[in-house]
């Protein structure tokens, strides 16, 4: 049975590090003046009928399964009820988007590649964005690279400290509403069989080894050196952590047993959010990723040293050798 979790705060699924990179996207000098604009330019209105216009309306009458794993969702996490769009597109991915009324797109190959259950974990993750008002910015984001791929002259240099730290940000919220989607489906096992179809999943093809995606997840997050380095690099321009690494976090957040408290009722809610401040966030936030960072450096550098070490031992060998054939 479904435990609901009436007045839920987003607060109680946020990451830290989520709280903490928004914040930081507002201190960016004119930051709030160019949201204004950009999202004024393009207009909510015009942004939705663009789905209106080449997406499905989902409700009582059409995809009306979909329609009431949505309405489960939102009485579990008790909210409203977003509008839903699916989108016939072959990638497979879903995203929420909007200011004034957010509503949610689901792509159908989502869908397709999909157990019920995992349709409703991502339901629930697409909700949590909602729910910590993330789709404004995820709105601008979604603009920012339309306009990138399409060569705009509208997107500058002066844009691209904006956009990294909206991508930035995105890979932490993903964080933290993935364990609002967890919260929604209350099936663990969902929850990372989905992140196992967003990374490989195949039409026709169930056999996906879930315990096998777990420990390939390990395998990543132990990784250290030069592979710690290009994990970072790796993920500069993604909207999204690579699926292994939110298994891991998903994973982490569950074995710290808050999910467990949640679920047994001790859990912030609305209007009643713990007074943590964003200096609290962003300290919480530069501690954890400060030693991540650390370590990360600390191993390249030593890896960085030993290879051209290795390198100069190689080039003065075979100078010596070279020597002692032209003598």
């Known amino acids: 049975m479904t435990v609901m979790l009436p ?5 109680a699924w946020e990451h830290p590090t989520d709280r903490a990179a928004l914040n930081a996207l507002r201190k960016i000098p004119g930051f709030d003046s160019l949201l204004r604009k950009v999202v004024g330019m393009f207009a909510e209105r015009n942004f939705r009928m663009l789905f209106k216009a ?15 794993l949505l309405t489960e969702v939102c009485s579990t996490l008790d909210t409203d009820v977003p509008q839903l769009y699916i989108s016939q597109t072959p990638v497979v991915n879903a995203g929420a988007y909007g200011m004034d009324d957010p509503f949610i797109i689901l792509n159908s190959s989502l869908i397709e590649i999909s157990s019920p259950t995992e349709v409703k974990a991502v339901l629930g993750h697409e909700v949590g964005h909602i729910m910590s008002d993330h789709a404004l910015y995820r709105t601008m984001l979604y603009i920012l ?17 904006i956009l990294l730290a909206l991508l930035e940000w995105s890979r932490k919220a993903e ?27 195949m039409r026709g093809r169930d056999d996906v080894n879930l315990a096998a995606f777990v420990e390939q997840s390990d395998e990543y997050r132990d990784s250290s050196g030069l592979d710690s380095y290009f994990k970072v690099m790796a993920t500069l321009g993604q909207t999204h952590p690579f699926a292994v690494v939110r298994v891991a976090e998903l994973r982490n957040w569950v074995d710290e047993g808050v999910y467990d408290s ?38 390249t550098e030593k890896y960085v040293n030993k290879a051209l070490s290795s390198f100069l031992e190689a080039w ?4 010596g050798s070279d ?4 003598g």
Do not use: W
């Open 175 to 201: 964080v933290s509403c993935d364990r609002a989607g967890l919260l929604a489906v209350q099936d663990l096992d969902a929850s990372l069989g989905l992140l196992a179809n967003m990374a490989g999943g």
């Open 262 to 299: 949640i679920l047994a009722g001790a859990y912030a809610r609305r209007g009643e959010e713990p007074p943590q401040s964003y200096l609290a966030d962003i300290a919480d936030a530069s501690s954890l990723y400060s030693e991540r960072a650390v370590g990360v450096f600390e191993n």
């Open 323 to 326: 020597d002692k054939s032209s």
């Open 316 to 319: 003065q060998s075979t100078m």
């Open 145 to 161: 690279l339309q306009l990138v791929a399409s060569r705009s002259p509208l997107v500058g240099s002066a844009m691209l400290p």
């Open 54 to 68: 080449s997406a499905i309306k989902v409700g009582p009458n059409q995809y009306r399964d979909i329609h009431e």
């Open 7 to 11: 007045e839920i705060s987003p607060v």
